[in-house]
């Protein structure tokens, strides 16, 4: 360490100190941030206080006293017959196929594993800086992949039977209903979100008139409405999938919310940008395409993302229209006479599971925006 | 049958084939109020105008009219022999031939210094990618500062930013140059850089709408300065005549001012 003099120096020839000991390492950081002030030192304090009472009794429960193993039920339940006041993991194991699958074929499962295995197989470049791809990559996951999804999830061509609809459940729905809703809704949202800002007043309207329609309604009542009152406007002998419809309602309501973020980064755009744009000779679409759009987008990124988490978790309520989603099928356990009533445990794998995939969708969201940054 | 329309009133009101801009009797509201008022003025190729005047004047309504940032709701304009109206092929052909630079720069923030330039040739020209990185550098070079073109706008100084503003419109190959107040929002030091760029730009022979009260500049390379006061053409005159004998009072009042 250099040693404090408080000689002088000629002017420029200052020689560069080690910054006080106080400031740095662990104790210069737990003094300026935990013990700062009487009411840091309080606060802390109580915050070490409310960890000790939460974090241990979790982990007994989840580790320490949960039954990892046994093939039958009765090693999670007391003497009475009740559950244990602990995980009850074995129950997790002995469903996990259809927490999964829900009832699709078991002989047909490796369907389903294909498409994920292409789906990540997909995904995994896009995390690699260097590499060259990205937009191919991009163009095959929102525009190919779909379509081979389709054809492997539903079969009846290349050889494949047909697995009906309702078989499909679990985790699985879960992410069919979710991606759809996301990767439809977003381009909806944005042509909305332009229409609202246009110029052309019968387009303008129209789009108002959509987004208000669909933000001033809950889900659960265009769920409802979808697989009720849908039917009614269809010809007669014209049945929709009860899946489609949901999808269809999922998506529609969430670009109304999309467009509505999507506004909100159009809007922070600087007018000067679509002149700079316009005056070089770019059409509004290209303008669009081009300079707003990428600023906008990149701007509402969290937005983005808040409403595709909101969405993930907003498919749980296709359960009251009779679709098994993921939360569907764990309920649906609970009723089974020798393996069910272990609530608490099947909630909390479903937590934690929503979690999972919400938590990396906010992770990704951080990446992407850090990687867009250009510095203004 | 709409070529002969549009033709029309070009033969009518060219003087000579040198006209690049003819404005006749334009007028401009905002809602009610009269921003531009009878506005006439004839610019000729290669030719080098000033237009100055006090703030709120419409001095940039005036040249926002010249490539439809503005819409006119009176009179005509013609620029390169095309007539601006509603039609919006008419507009983006003029647009591709009317480079501006605008006061705050308007880069485009996302993208790097080198897109920025190549973004209009490669989308609006459809010049191949190489080709237009070519152009790009070449004008970057003559702005002096090719060290840049991997940089963001935002890591630029100001007066940097607006020579890359002025390097995009020139990649476009503009026939005129429209510039608005390019150097009011830029630090002294920085003035210098920038109106070196246009005074070259000048001496080349590019025909040039500037609005400015670089008075310096008007000095060196306008062959006419124009002031507008309250949404009309009050004076206009050659430089010296403009600035040594100025005729309207409120002209006199306006030099005295920014003269000091
Ligand atoms: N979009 C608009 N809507 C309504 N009024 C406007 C609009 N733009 C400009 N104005 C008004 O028109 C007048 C002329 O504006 P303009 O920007 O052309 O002035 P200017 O001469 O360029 O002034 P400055 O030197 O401050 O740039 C001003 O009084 C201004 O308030
Ligand atoms: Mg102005």
Redesign the pocket.
Known sequence: MTERKSDSHELGSHPDWSPPASTVGVLGWMRANLFSSPLNFGLTALGLWLIYQIVPPIINWAFIDAIWSGDSPDACRNEGGGPKAAACWIYIDHWFNYLMYGLYPKTEQWRINSAYILLLGGMIPLFIPSFKYKGWISVFLLFVFPVIAYFLFAGGSFDLAIVETPLWGGLFLTLVIAITGIVVSLPIGIVLALGRRSDMPIVRALCVGFIELWRGVPLITVLFMSSVMFPLFLPEGMNFDKLIRALVGVALFSAAYMAEVVRGGLQAIPKGQTEAAGALGLSYWKTMGLIILPQALKMVIPGIVNTFIGLFKDTTLVLIIGLFDFLGVIQATFTNPEWGGFHTTGYVFAAFIYWCFCFSMSRYSMHLEKKLHTGH | MSEIEIQKPTKEMTVSDDVMIHMNAVHKW??E?H??KDINLTVNKGERIVIC??????????I?CLNRL?EHQQGQIVVEGTELTGDLKHIEQIRREVGMVF?HFNLFPHLSILDNLTLAPIWVRKMPKADAEDVAMKYLERVKIPEQAAKYPGQLSGGQQQRVAIARSLCMNPKIMLF??PT?ALDPEMIKEVLDVMVELAQEGMTMIC?T?EMGFAKTVANRVIF?DE?QIIEENEPNQFFDNPQNDRTKLFLSQILH
Do not use: W
């Open positions: 905002y809602g109020f921003v531009l005047g006090p703030s709120g004047s419409g001095k940039s309504t005036l926002r503005e006061q608005d107040e009011s609005v009260h507008m949404g």
